[in-house]
């Protein structure tokens, strides 16, 4: 065989194996998260359904507003079926100790348990708990440490309303 030849054979056996692939992966009953395929309206239009209460202190109200971002393409709901009620927790640990016992890096742990609730009977659909874990260092600055610390909460929370986004999504798309 010529190298022509060769070069031809094997674009012919690539693109066979990458339209298998693809024909394996339709069968396997994979479908786009926020696509209208399938039964019923897409994640985004039931993600419009869900009332976000309120969640205490600053740093709830950040997640909160982060979550109504996410979840809501254009307007509130009018008259929603379920309702996400969202605990925030956070603590905040000491690491890498010096001599003198002073710290130069810290660890931040938000936890946020949630609940999704129907509007209709009352009944608890969906709970589950999201958390993050960030890291960051204790500068001498009075300023700037402030600054490292409201950062860092703001990434852990920009996490968690991923996360928390995410999971409501997937369930409310399985057809509940």
Do not use: W
């Not at 674009?11 to 990458?18: I, N, V």
């Not at 928390?164 to 999504?169: D, E, H, K, P």
């Amino acid at each position: 065989m010529s190298s022509s030849d060769l070069g031809g054979l094997r674009r012919f056996l690539t693109r066979g194996l990458l339209a298998l692939a693809v024909s394996a992966t339709a069968a396997c009953g994979f479908q786009p998260l926020y696509g209208d395929r399938g039964v019923g309206a897409g994640a985004a239009e039931k993600l419009n359904s869900v009332e976000i209460a309120s969640i205490p202190d600053r740093e709830g109200q950040k997640l909160r507003n982060l979550l109504i971002d996410r979840f809501y393409e254009s307007s509130r709901p009018g008259n929603p079926r379920y309702r996400l009620d969202v605990v925030l927790t956070a603590t905040e640990q000491k690491l890498a100790l010096q001599k003198d016992a002073s710290a130069v890096r810290a660890q931040l742990l938000v936890n946020a348990p949630y609940r999704l609730t129907d509007t209709a009977d009352g009944k608890v659909v969906f709970a589950s708990s999201a958390r993050s874990m960030i890291s960051y260092n204790i500068l001498e600055q009075h300023y700037a440490g402030v600054l490292t610390v409201e950062n860092a909460y703001d990434r852990a929370l920009q996490e968690i309303s991923n996360d928390i986004t995410t999971r409501v999504a997937m369930h409310l798309g399985r057809g509940s």
